[in-house]
């Protein structure tokens, strides 16, 4: 089994010097051919060696509250409007993903539009047998609040 432990820190301040409260916002996933429209939390964080970490937890999670489950983990390192994914997890009630760097599928290409990040590819269903992993197309579009 492989695990990811990600930490974030709020990017951005408002004025009154406290951090932003991630937003609800729709993310629309598509996995081989499907659309599946999720709602979630957004939280966008600039990590400590450049890269960007994206997490969408649950509609109704607390913000500053540690979920166990997000339904999006996204990890990329910027490259202007071709940032470079190291990690991504999809977790979805009936199928999981995982892409990135160190899988068998190699990263999937990201796009980067504004504050509007696009990642497509193929991943693998999470829970198949290593010496037999199933994939599948995928496309992922987001927006940091």
Request: charged fraction near 20%; hydrophobic fraction near 40%.
């Given at each position: 089994m492989i695990a990811a432990c990600v930490?974030?820190?709020p990017v951005g301040c408002s004025s009154s010097g406290s951090p932003p409260a991630p937003q609800t916002s729709s993310i629309r996933i598509v996995i081989d051919g499907e659309t599946r429209a999720v709602e979630g939390r957004?939280?966008?964080a600039d990590?400590?060696?450049?890269?960007?970490?994206?997490?969408?937890?649950?509609?109704?999670?607390a913000p500053g509250a540690t979920v166990i489950d997000?339904?999006?983990?996204?990890?990329l390192t910027p490259r202007g409007d071709a940032p470079w994914v190291s990690l991504l997890?999809?977790?979805?009630?009936?199928?999981?993903?995982?892409?990135g760097r160190y899988r068998t599928t190699g990263p999937p290409a990201a796009a980067k539009a504004g504050n509007t990040?696009?990642?497509?590819?193929?991943a693998t269903v999470v829970g198949t047998p290593p010496?037999?992993?199933t994939y599948k197309e995928f496309e992922l579009?987001?927006?940091c609040p």
């Open positions: 930490a974030v820190a957004i939280v966008c990590g400590p060696t450049g890269e960007v970490s994206i997490e969408v937890d649950p509609p109704n999670t997000p339904i999006v983990v996204l990890d997890s999809i977790n979805l009630p009936d199928i999981g993903l995982s892409a990040y696009t990642v497509k590819g193929q010496d037999r992993p579009e987001l927006t």
